[in-house]
Every structure is written in structure tokens, then in C-alpha cells.
């Protein structure tokens, strides 16, 4: 168990909403991702973060934004959710230097 | 822009069988590669190699690392059907951002 949490685990919202999604972790790592899964396209990165404060964004960031006021949480929002952005969404975490990298148990998000 | 490249794409195997799955990447500045095995959950983590350990062994799962022509492969003996998943493989480079990108993966079917 990497002492990653991801929440909600499960969400269904309406068109237009906003949505936030939480990654919590207990290790204290540095580095923090978000991705998302979709079939046919594998595990695209979302943004990333590489210290409170300081994120960057990965090749599918458009519709979303992130956030690091600390170093155990990375938040995920939907600025006005579209059916396109139905997905499962995973966190993952990695400590300095070259350490391995842990995912969270993902958020499976539907907008209807 | 990063490209981790994974071949092939699926593959279905008799129990027994030994399968070597593929990946390439284009990256810059590259620090580490990674394999992981996904089933209908997290990504769950195999290997990470990097230019000081370019190979590893865990019971019937072997990988190397070819630095020089910028590709891996993941080797499994004596498949079993509980090796049945999706194999996934990451790269992480940039400077001291630590991105992640990972391949498609290949869809590993064992048959009994």
C-alpha cells in the first residue's frame, strides 16, 4: 500500500458542473500526477506537480486545471465538465531521485 | 514531444508459453524506465531501470534495458493464466520535473 487515497471513487455529474477531484498521500513524496485511462489510448498525463506550487502541464490538460497548496494533496478540477472527459482518472506519486512510482486506486467519473 | 512506443499490441498465449513484450521510446533527456502490470484496477508496478541497473529479474519476469537503441523488453516464462493482463510501460525524463509517459501497452492473454 503506497498511501495514496483517491476521491470521490466513484462520480456521476451533469454536463457544465465542475468537478473535483482529491489525491491524498501520506508518504510526503515530491511528485504527484494525474492521468486519465481511456480504452485505446492508455494512460494519458493530465498535469503533474513537482513541489507545492510548482505543476506543469501533460499532453491532455485542456478543460483542466490543477492544484498543490500542499505537499499530501493534488486536486484535480473540471472547470465545466463535458461527456468527452468521462473517464477513469489516476493519481500517482513519486519520491526524489530515482525511486519507483505508485498509483492510487483511481476515480471512475461519468458526465451525463 | 515524449514517445514511449509498445509493441505488439496483444498477444494470446498457452499456458507455459514464454512471451517477450517490447518498448521503445523517444524522450528527452531520459532518466528511467518502468514496467507495470494492470489488471481491472491500478496500474500495480514490475520493474524500474534505469543507466545504472539496465537489468532485472523477479521469479519468471526478466527485463533489460538497451540505452544505446532506446528500448526494453519484459520477458515472461512458463506463462500462467494469473499473468493474463494489460503491461504497461513508462518513461520518466525532463530535467528535475520527472515526467511520466507511458506506451499503450500490450494485452497479455494466457490461455489454460
Known amino acids: 500500500d503506497a498511501g495514496i487515497t483517491q476521491s470521490p471513487r466513484h462520480k456521476v455529474t451533469e454536463t457544465g458542473t465542475p468537478v473535483t477531484l482529491r489525491c491524498h498521500q501520506t508518504e510526503n513524496h515530491r511528485y504527484m500526477y494525474w492521468y486519465r485511462q481511456d480504452p485505446g489510448h492508455g494512460l494519458r498525463l493530465i498535469h503533474y506537480?513537482?513541489?507545492?506550487?510548482?505543476?506543469d502541464k501533460g499532453e491532455v490538460s485542456d478543460g483542466y486545471s490543477v492544484s498543490r497548496s500542499k505537499t499530501e494533496d493534488f486536486l484535480l478540477t473540471l472547470e465545466s465538465a463535458t461527456s468527452s472527459q468521462t473517464s477513469v482518472y489516476f493519481c500517482?506519486?513519486?519520491?526524489?531521485?530515482?525511486?519507483?512510482?505508485?498509483f492510487g486506486e483511481g476515480s471512475w467519473l461519468t458526465v451525463v | 514531444e515524449d514517445k514511449v512506443v509498445q509493441s505488439p499490441l496483444s498477444l494470446v498465449v498457452h499456458e507455459g508459453d514464454t512471451v517477450t513484450l517490447n518498448c521503445s521510446y523517444e524522450?528527452?533527456?531520459?532518466?528511467?524506465l518502468l514496467w507495470y502490470k494492470q489488471e481491472k484496477k491500478a496500474p500495480t508496478f514490475l520493474f524500474m531501470l534505469?543507466?545504472?541497473?539496465i537489468e532485472k529479474k523477479s521469479g519468471r519476469l526478466s527485463s533489460i534495458l538497451d540505452k544505446k537503441e532506446l528500448f526494453s523488453i519484459l520477458n515472461i516464462t512458463a506463462t500462467q493464466t494469473g499473468d493474463s493482463a494489460v503491461y504497461l510501460c513508462?518513461?520518466?525524463?525532463?530535467?528535475?520535473?520527472?515526467?511520466?509517459?507511458f506506451g499503450k501497452g500490450t494485452l497479455l492473454t494466457v490461455n489454460p
Open positions: 524522450v528527452t533527456n531520459f532518466r528511467s
Open positions: 500517482a506519486i513519486k519520491g526524489t531521485g530515482q525511486t519507483s512510482i505508485y
Open positions: 513508462a518513461v520518466t525524463s525532463g530535467g528535475s520535473n520527472y515526467k511520466l509517459t
Open positions: 534505469t543507466s545504472s541497473g
Open positions: 506537480s513537482y513541489g507545492v506550487k510548482d505543476t
